[in-house]
């Protein structure tokens, strides 16, 4: 029976993603911000989900997940899936801010504590949600592109750590395009939507395969190879937004 901590499991992907392990029978130490979602998901099975709330851009959040760790006794898997995103075309100051105390300050607080658990206990697994965002810069969205390809830096920095220092830790970076979630402001057009559901089904099996990248769907995989192969003075031409 394996032992899952999902960092962003009140809401969207995570929680989705938490359901699917209460249904395969494991363990699951939820977290996130808002109390009453994770008693929510508490109910659906008490015996197989232990909660703590964690908000990652505060300090306390690391002694938090170890205390989590504690009552899940002990961690297999950390999925990351805490995350806030905007379109910032005005480039509101406070929403550019915000995002990096999140996606960056927060995730490297969360991802550097699972690393050190895995490091000290034998090994482990340890997997974040990023973004196909991170690939290039997105005019539209500065923060949100930029933070995101600092998480994909990020952990292939973490990989090779892990094998100079000779630790058994494995990485998992999940890069989905457009999910139907809270994070997209309602009433956008995003084009080739996805729904929860199916990406929180492939995103189990990536878990349960330790792949060590993978963008989703196949779709969107073809789209950041594009993306990839565009030469700037194109790139910084092209008009990608979504439509309110
Ligand atoms: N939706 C998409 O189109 C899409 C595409 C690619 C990647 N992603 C990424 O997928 C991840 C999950 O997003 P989602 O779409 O499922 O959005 P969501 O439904 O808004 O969920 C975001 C999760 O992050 C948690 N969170 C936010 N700020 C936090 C904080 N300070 N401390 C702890 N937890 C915090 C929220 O929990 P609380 O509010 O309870 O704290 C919630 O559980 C994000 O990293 C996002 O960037 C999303």
């Not at 249904?23 to 008490?46: H, S, T």
């Not at 105390?101 to 034998?122: I, K, L, P, S, W």
């Not at 989703?216 to 990608?240: S, T």
């Amino acid at each position: 029976m394996k032992r899952i901590v999902i960092v962003g499991a009140t809401s969207g992907i995570g929680l989705e993603v938490a359901k699917l392990c209460i249904r395969e029978g494991w363990l699951v130490g939820a977290a996130g911000r808002r109390e009453e979602a994770l008693a929510e998901l508490k109910a659906l099975a008490p015996e197989q989900v232990v909660t703590q709330a964690i908000d990652i851009t505060r300090d306390d959040a690391p002694e938090c997940l170890s205390r989590l760790v504690g009552k899940l006794g002990g961690m297999d898997i950390y999925l990351h899936s805490s995350g806030i995103g905007s379109r910032n075309i005005e480039l509101k100051p406070d929403i550019e801010i915000s995002t990096l105390r999140t996606n960056g300050e927060g995730f490297v607080r969360m991802v550097t504590a699972a690393f050190a658990y895995f490091r000290d206990n034998g090994g482990g697994h340890l997997a974040v949600i990023s973004s196909i965002a991170g690939t290039r810069g997105l005019g539209s969205a500065p923060a949100y592109s930029a933070t995101k390809r600092m998480q994909n830096t990020y952990i292939d920095a973490l990989a090779q750590l892990a094998h100079m220092e000779g630790y058994a830790i494995r990485f998992t970076d999940i890069r989905p395009g457009f999910v139907a979630t809270p994070l997209l402001k309602h009433g956008d057009h995003y084009p080739m939507l996805m729904q929860v559901p199916k990406v929180a089904r492939r995103i189990l099996t990536v878990l349960k395969t330790e792949r060590r990248r993978v963008v989703i769907d196949r779709r969107y995989a073809v789209f950041v190879a594009v993306w990839k192969l565009i030469p700037e003075w194109l790139w910084e031409r092209l008009k990608i937004r979504t439509k309110a």
